[in-house]
């Protein structure tokens, strides 16, 4: 007798774990297909950050995606009783003398960032940083540990799991069976694997390879999140991350020697210690040019839908998203008109 199932979930990466929670909390059945290949949400270092710091202003829906960021994951501790969302501050090192005075001046002017922007000038007290103009205290932030949050969810919910690579051969649409699965709906959530999808490769998915470092450092620095031209963020005891570069004109899709070196040079601007690399990692980001994630219906198959393009924030964007695609799923809730896929139907070809 064939399963039968409410969602085929393909991927396992933020979004596909973050969509199989709604599933969840809603009583509804699923299958998660997906291969032990690593995707950029096992390497990513998995910082949110409500505002985007070289223009000092709010990202896209910032209240309302930060609410639901720290319900989800928060929830997920619960279900999974591990440690997934570590709130941090992000100290942002000003440049120069005019950056400080912008800061404040932006955050006098625009309310919404008061919640967020502390219009103090923080001084530098650390004789590991180099930060003579001193920091911009950016709050509500922090890092998910997504490599920790999917391992766990695959272990606790095992026999969910298909572990193989999604067979698009395998997929019958006219009697909605994967195999011997009987499914209603199906969710792709493949990240940079869309490209090979043939119900949704028309969709134009950029691949943003991105870096980063884990190191080890001599300094003792607070439990904050230090930013510049890259990140120092800390992993607990002498651990940090160093991150990340977004490169779309790549010659590999493994780390180089050339982006380490890139890496460590923007550290070195700010940070003075000494340290040892502990490991280096890449991956692709599913990435969009117009830096809105995609969600919504296939104009053809009217059972297959698309969640991706979670990009540099998929920490912040995976939460809000899987939310507002199960809901225009089950409640016909209408998907905010940025993020529909529908604004790329013109390039199907019939």
């Not at 979004?15 to 929670?21: E, Q, S, Y």
């Not at 929830?75 to 942002?92: D, G, M």
Request: hydrophobic share 35%; proline share 5%; with cysteine.
């Amino acid at each position: 007798m064939p399963q039968k199932v409410d969602y085929l979930i393909v991927g396992l990466g933020i979004a596909g774990v973050c969509f199989a929670k709604q599933c969840l909390d809603n009583n509804k059945t699923f299958k998660i297909v997906a291969d032990n290949k690593k995707q950029a949400s096992h390497v990513a270092a998995g910082m949110y950050n409500p505002i985007i710091l070289f223009r000092f202003t709010t990202i896209h829906r910032a209240v309302e995606q930060m609410d639901q960021l720290v319900k989800t994951f928060g929830e997920f501790e619960s279900l999974l009783n591990q440690k997934i969302i570590h709130p941090k501050k992000i100290y942002r090192i000003f440049a120069n003398q005019h950056e400080t005075e912008i800061w404040v001046k932006k955050i006098s002017k625009k309310p919404i960032l008061q919640k967020f922007l502390n219009p103090e000038i923080i001084p530098n007290t650390f004789e590991g940083i180099h930060a003579p103009y001193g920091f911009g205290e950016v709050m509500h932030c922090g890092w998910v540990d997504m490599s920790l949050l999917i391992e766990s969810f695959k272990k606790q919910f095992n026999e969910h799991i298909i572990n193989e690579r999604f067979d698009y051969d395998s997929m019958d649409t006219e009697t909605n069976k994967y195999g011997d699965i009987e499914v209603k709906q199906v969710i792709f959530a493949e990240g940079v694997g869309l490209e090979h999808n043939p119900y949704f490769n028309y969709v134009p998915i950029i691949k943003n390879k991105g870096e980063i470092l884990e190191l080890e450092i001599d300094q003792e620095l607070p439990d904050i999140i230090f930013k510049s031209k890259n990140f120092l963020m800390p992993l607990g005891g002498n651990k940090y991350y160093v991150g990340a570069t977004y490169d779309v004109d790549y010659d590999s899709p493994e780390p180089t020697e050339a982006n380490k070196e890139l890496l460590l040079e923007k550290l070195s601007a700010y940070y003075k210690g000494e340290y040892t690399v502990v490991e280096h990692r890449a991956a692709f980001r599913p990435t969009i040019e117009d830096r809105r994630s995609i969600i919504g219906e296939h104009p053809k198959f009217k059972n297959m839908f698309l969640l991706n393009g979670m990009g540099t924030r998929g920490s912040f964007n995976a939460p809000s998203l899987s939310q507002y695609l199960f809901n225009h799923i089950e409640h016909k809730s209408e998907i905010p008109e940025e993020y529909k896929l529908s604004r790329f139907n013109h390039l199907l070809k019939d």
